[in-house]
């Protein structure tokens, strides 16, 4: 049998030598002379002699050709009891061991990844010399430990190169993909010099790492049937103990969204428990830039049960900062026992309300409800007010640079010039939030004609609408970042709101969001993402002024929807370039102004090693970087040169909650795998030595062909050699002409 078939179509290549003689036959012309008698009996007797040798070396050459096809086609010599050499034939073996996060969980006193290693040891133990070894590690990106499988023949590179690394080798902390992890134990084994491939995968069966929910990733990774060289792969279960239970601490949630100094800001997490007991008591303690700040006891988590956590804390001052929650517990798994957010905090956000007014004269009575939700006395609000807001007229809006501030506010606008309107769309397309508020002043032109001309297609408004009785208002999205608030309360906080007077809005793109409408279906709030920046526009469809509507609570206050709207404008671009929470993988991406100049930066990672990056300039004369290497959870810092740069900035990497789920591969479909032919078989550790046997397919003869080719080369080179001295040296003193012998010779 042949393992490249394809090959033996180079036989035809022994035709070449053959077709070369016929080509270059001589063609003799017989010329009588007086001395060729005394020549001819030489002749005829060294005639014969060359002849004999011409077809010899043509042989030699077209079995040089041949075999050289042959030996490409690498030819196997069946395995049976007829082949004694096919026992005694080396394999190369690979070993993929499972680094991911559920690698760590202990049964006992070793971990699942320990537990692994020894099993490495288990089948190195039943290597045979001319074996060779290599290990893939499968992890957020699959990783071999070496280029190459490692010879048995040398004990000491499998120490030094392989068990040792293992050993010192904490557990993974991100998540895997067995698929990707064989495909590359695949191309590793392929390297080997032998001809019999051996893969064993070694995992504790966790059908996250398995990817049984996505099939077409076994299908394009692996392509079972499509290989023209199948290498058997064993599933070699972890050995595991019995069940512990793990505290786990999901990630943390930060309330507000834009958090300020000296505001109350929450931190929530969930703790759970995916163990058979309950685990108690449980010591929590928050940290702020790595400075315990609060601790509480919790009684304890019942098993598969989770609970909210909640912790409240005031920031100092502003800038990056992070915040870490640890579980003071000894469970399966300390990798989950903690988490870890970085948090934005700002002094202040700047704040543009345009009125309805269209010169500065007067007092901008309009917009006087807005300035006072967005920063109200302190007798008022008991808190400290984030927003900074600056009313102005629209002449005044004309001159004003748009990007100093954070949100822009058009307050009931009877019209617009289309150039304010223009610079309007561009900045929200630059990543920034503009807010539409509809009032007694609007004009249906303005909404319907002139906003679309400007590219902000909100749709088109018909009649206003006087209710005599406050219609029920439904909350349309409860998870958009301006709602959120109000829907987690344990009662609608707008059930009681006076609503009585609204423009009817018809919806012209489906894109756009409705958060809120009433209850016979005429939208309230809209929503509508501008550019690819993270920009968006937020339209009412009622003013809050003492004229028009002003929302009033049961309480008697402004239902906090001015401040949460003017959250979520100022979020914008900020969704894209102050990511300070990201799953492993997401890249890590700054923006900042052009002054000042910033001469390199340079990100630490968790390990603490730096890397250097160069910060780019945009088109909009802005820094910008983006930094890929995040598949390690924990906090990396991103520091600049100069050190007039504000800095550090944090940015987190929690773990993924899905490698937390402990559900485990099972039979059924360890057999359909098995039916597709990704793997040959799920075996216990006392198998090993009978799956190393079993594999055996025969011996190769790629080696000895080899030399056997090599040792034709060079009779083939002797007797080119011998035909070229014989061809030169003429027998004339043999005829009978010792004169011409001489003459010959001088």
Known sequence: MFAIPLMLTGLAAGAIPVIIHLLHRRKTTAIAWGAMIFLQ???????????????????????????????????????????????????????????????????????????????????????????TLGVVLAQNHPRALTRFPVAVSSPGNIEDRLIRPLERMPPGLTGSSIPAAIALARRLAERGDNFQKIIFVISNQRRVSWRINHPQV??????????????????????????????????????????????????????????????????????????????????????????????????????????????????ALAADNW??????????????????????????????????????????????????????SVTDALRANLH????????????????????????????????????RFTNRNFVNHALPAAGFSLGTISTEISAVHSPLIVIRRPRSGILRPLAKLNRNAIVNVTLTRWWRLRERNPRERVLLATNTGDPLVVQKPVGRLGGGVLLWTTSVDGHWNDWPMQAGSFVPLVNQS?????????????????????????????????????????????????????????????WDHTGRPGLYELHFKPSTVSQPVYYSVGIDPAQLNPQMISKAEVTRLIRHGYIRARIQPGGIAAA?????????????????????????????RRMVRRQSDVDVAGAGLPGIAAGLRT
């Open 41 to 131: 009996e030489s002749a005829i007797r060294r005639k014969k002699r060359l002849l004999v040798e011409h077809w010899l070396l043509l042989l030699l050459r077209i079995a040089i050709l041949s075999l050289l096809a042959i030996l490409l086609a690498r030819p196997i010599l069946p395995a049976g009891k007829f082949n004694p050499l096919a026992r005694n034939a080396p394999s190369d073996v690979v070993v993929v061991l499972d680094h991911s996060l559920s690698s760590g969980l202990m049964t006992g006193n070793r971990s699942v990844f320990q537990r692994g290693v020894d099993l490495i040891k288990n089948i190195r133990s039943h290597l045979r010399p001319g074996d």
């Open 218 to 331: 076994w299908r394009t990774i692996l392509g079972a049937g499509k290989r023209r060289l199948a290498i058997p792969v064993f599933d070699l279960p972890t050995p595991v103990g019995g069940a512990e239970s793990d505290i786990a601490v999901g990630p943390l949630h930060i309330e507000p969204a834009l958090p300020g100094v000296g505001r109350l800001t929450h931190i929530m997490l969930s703790l759970s428990n995916s163990g058979p007991t309950k685990v108690s008591p449980i010591p929590l303690q928050l940290s702020v830039n790595g400075v315990p700040v609060a601790t509480r006891m919790e009684a304890g988590v019942a098993p598969g049960r989770t609970q909210t956590i909640l912790f409240n804390y005031r920031f100092s001052n502003a800038g990056s900062h992070w915040i870490k929650v640890r579980a003071k517990v000894k469970d």
């Open 339 to 392: 988490s870890l957010a970085a948090v934005r905090v700002w002094k202040r956000l700047r704040v543009l309300i345009i009125d309805s007014q269209l010169t500065n004269a007067g007092s901008l009575r309009e917009s006087r409800f807005l300035v006072a939700a967005l920063n109200p006395s302190p007798n008022l609000a008991g808190s400290l007010s984030l927003a900074i807001p600056k009313a102005i």
């Open 404 to 439: 100093h501030y954070d949100a822009v506010i058009i307050n009931d606008p009877p019209v617009l010039p289309m150039r304010l309107l223009r610079r309007l769309h561009r900045y929200a397309a630059a990543g920034h939030g503009v807010w539409f508020i509809l009032g």
């Open 566 to 626: 003017v959250y979520e404008l100022a979020m914008g671009r900020r969704r894209m370039t102050d990511r300070h929470y990201l799953k492993p993988g997401d890249s890590i991406i700054w923006t900042g102004p052009a002054r000042p100049v910033i001469d390199s930066a340079v990100i630490v990672n968790p390990r603490g090693v730096a890397h250097k990056v160069q910060p780019q300039l945009t088109g909009n004369h802005r820094y910008l970087i983006a």
């Open 692 to 720: 190393l046997g079993v594999v055996s397919r025969g011996v190769d003869l790629w080696p000895l062909l080899a030399m056997l080719v090599l040792l034709l080369l060079v009779f083939e080179a002797l007797g080119c």
